[in-house]
């Protein structure tokens, strides 16, 4: 790495960065203080006490990793703010998620949505498949990617080795995620929202005051091109001018469907299946909805996020783009030696935009603020994957495998798995490190792109048509999964390319867009699941009270379809609970272990199969109609949004 090094070692950088760590560690101490974290539902629901402002912060906070700063704002620098769709787009996305998907999720009462697909459909391949792909792209999308962004981030700022920066972000996280739950997760990442976006507001602020403002931004981002365009081995490789000059449909979020980097059918319906799968369906999200008191409280947390949403574009697209208009021989760089020797990859340098902007034009003790800024993104991101992969592996792993499992030992399952994640993110680093993209943000959207719709596919058809049954739901992810591979395992064969070195890949395998790619299968995937499904029995309306749309607010009682796997494990945990009883020698250690993981005495919580409390989602009518209108005004605000960049 080389290149200029403002290495951050002033007396005020440092001391706002302790001052920082200080307070995220106060605040998750707090939190586990006066949470319950001795029940599953506790640990891994927040006891379901959270009111609006701490659900719409941790879900915002969730979601905008060190990959957004990153990703977003070198993918803005590469080619302008249509990568502000994936942003914008979920500000209807999130709409679906408050009032359509989390009331059945309620009414269901679940924790997991592999629970959730046990329930509906019965039988244990549904729902195994899911916990699988959902842990499979936790690793190797989001941890992957927010550790790499990160590194790069401090890499820029502090001169630090990459693994000593990382390993020490992974240990903080994790000991506050294995000590806290959910609570101190949810109250941390509000503190943390409030740090990156006041951040980020500071960052904005100075790169428009130093660039000129917006409109010196528009008459300078066309004429940003390096100094050095020259090839250095032309026998080897040519460099076309389409390769540095910035493209002429930059400020246009709607592009060309043939020959837009991102074309506007993939823009409106490809991003919306990704983020219909993300934002409805994944673990880390539905997780933060389901610890709300209540429904009302669920919907104003998902309008808060919803415009928390609104801000990346400005916070994050827009800096891109003025860092490569302030540093185009760096951010803009095209001769891959040049690339190389400015930020370690020959295929470009627009992932720095974001890091050379904060090194480059904040004062001291600012700078110092914005690396706490992305480390909080970092943190918040992977605290809230730890969290949900050990909820999921907890819940839909290890009780399959142990049905006895007390309450404690799933407590402490879930710690120990956070850890085991930990580790393998570590040795994944030489990975990341070897296949930096050019485009970081290219890399997570294309993975989701090829795995995700199958999944967003049966999830919707789940919820909103009775019809469909397990073995349609099951040949359609098989199939989806067959698909998707087929495009994927290609690609990273071949190399996604370069401008300046093109992939190999055949038009027929890789030609489609992979937004346009994910409409195909969602499509492909929910006909197959239709298809089989009306071909196989169905299931009776007994099983489905409360489970799909349309019986959401049935009073009858559900005979659930997993009934007989819950009981051989009531059963189980009951026998061990009684041989525990009868051999009490293990009080002090169980006392210290309680004492850190949360864990009370005994497990009264998984004891006599209670006779099920319908869940409540009603609403109180007034402010049923003050989150109703909030979301029409959200949703106003971004068709104009869209409408004045389209």
């Known amino acids: 790495m080389e290149g200029p090094k403002v290495v951050i070692n002033n007396p005020a950088d440092i001391s706002v960065i302790v001052g920082y760590f200080a307070a995220v560690i106060g605040v998750g101490v707090w939190a586990m203080l006066r949470s319950n974290r001795g029940t599953v539902g506790g640990y891994f629901l927040a006891g379901r006490t959270m009111t609006w402002w701490p659900v719409g912060a941790s879900l915002f906070a969730s979601n905008i990793g060190s990959g957004h700063f990153v990703g977003l704002a070198g993918t803005g620098a590469a080619s302008g703010i249509a990568v502000g769709g994936f942003e914008w787009n979920a500000l209807f996305i999130v709409l679906l998620l408050g009032w359509l998907f989390v009331p059945v999720y309620l009414t269901a009462g ?25 842990l499979f792209l936790y690793i190797f999308t989001k941890i992957s990617v927010d550790m790499f962004s990160g590194a790069v981030f401090i890499q820029q700022a502090l001169g630090w080795n990459i693994y000593v920066a990382v390993i020490t972000l992974l ?56 100094s050095n365009v020259s090839s250095m081995e032309p026998q080897r490789y040519n460099i076309s001018p389409s390769c540095y000059t910035p493209r002429g449909d930059a400020f246009s979020l709607l592009r060309d469907a043939t020959t837009g980097d991102l074309p506007w059918p993939g823009v409106l319906f490809g991003i919306a299946i990704v983020g219909g799968w993300y934002w409805c369906t994944d673990q880390v999200i539905v997780q933060r909805c389901l610890a709300a008191r209540d429904l009302t409280h669920v919907k104003a947390g998902c309008i808060m996020c919803g415009y928390l949403k609104l801000l990346p574009m400005f916070l994050m697209v827009f800096p891109g783009m003025i860092s490569r208009v302030l540093y185009p021989d760096e951010v803009g760089c095209v001769v891959p030696e ?90 994944w680093i030489p990975v990341v490190q070897a296949a930096q993209s050019g485009q970081l943000f290219d890399y997570i959207q294309s993975v989701s792109s090829y795995l995700a719709p199958p999944i967003a596919s049966v999830f919707f058809l789940a919820v909103f048509v009775k019809r469909v049954n397990e073995q349609g739901a099951f040949w359609g992810l098989i199939g989806g999964l067959l698909m998707g591979l087929c ?91 009684e041989r525990r009883r009868a051999s009490k020698d293990s009080a002090a250690e169980e006392s210290c272990v309680a004492r850190f993981c949360g864990g009370g005495g005994g497990s009264q919580a998984h004891e006599e199969a209670a006779p099920e409390k319908l869940p409540d989602v009603s609403e109180e009518p007034a402010w049923k109609h003050v989150v109703d209108a909030n979301a029409l005004i959200m949703m106003a605000a971004a068709v104009f949004m869209w409408g004045y960049y389209a």
């Open 110 to 134: 679940v924790i997991t949505m592999p629970q959730y697909l046990k329930k509906r459909f019965g039988g244990t391949r549904i729902s195994l498949y899911l916990t699988v792909i959902s």
């Open 171 to 226: 240990l903080i996280t994790a000991l506050y995620t294995i000590t806290g739950g959910l609570a101190a997760l949810m109250y941390t990442d509000t503190v943390q929202t409030f740090v990156i976006i006041a951040g980020a507001f500071v960052l904005t602020g100075f790169s428009f005051a130093e660039v000129g403002g917006y409109s010196a931004l528009l008459a300078k981002y066309h004429a940003a091109t390096p």
């Open 338 to 427: 040049v690339c190389k020797r400015v930020c370690g990859t020959a295929v470009g340098c627009s992932n720095i935009a974001y890091p050379k902007l904060v090194v480059s034009i904040m004062p001291n003790g600012l700078r110092g603020l914005m690396l706490a800024v992305m480390l909080a993104a970092l943190m918040s991101s992977l605290a809230s994957i730890f969290n949900s992969s050990s909820t999921l592996f907890t819940l839909d792993i290890w009780t399959r495998l142990r049905p006895q499992a007390a309450e404690r030992e799933l407590l402490i399952v879930g710690r120990v798995w956070v850890l085991i994640i930990v580790c393998v993110s570590i040795c």
């Open 487 to 577: 495009r994927m395992l290609p690609e990273f064969w071949f190399g996604s390319g370069s401008c300046v070195f093109p992939s190999t890949c055949p038009f027929l395998v890789c030609g489609v867009h992979y937004l346009h790619f994910a409409i195909i299968l969602f499509f492909c995937t929910s006909v197959l699941v239709l298809v089989v499904s009306c071909c196989s029995r169905p299931i009776e309306d007994k099983h489905l009270h409360r489970l799909v749309f349309s019986l959401r607010h049935s009073k009858e009682e559900r005979m659930d379809l997993d009934w007989e796997q819950e009981e051989n494990g009531r059963r189980a945990r009951r026998e061990a609970e």
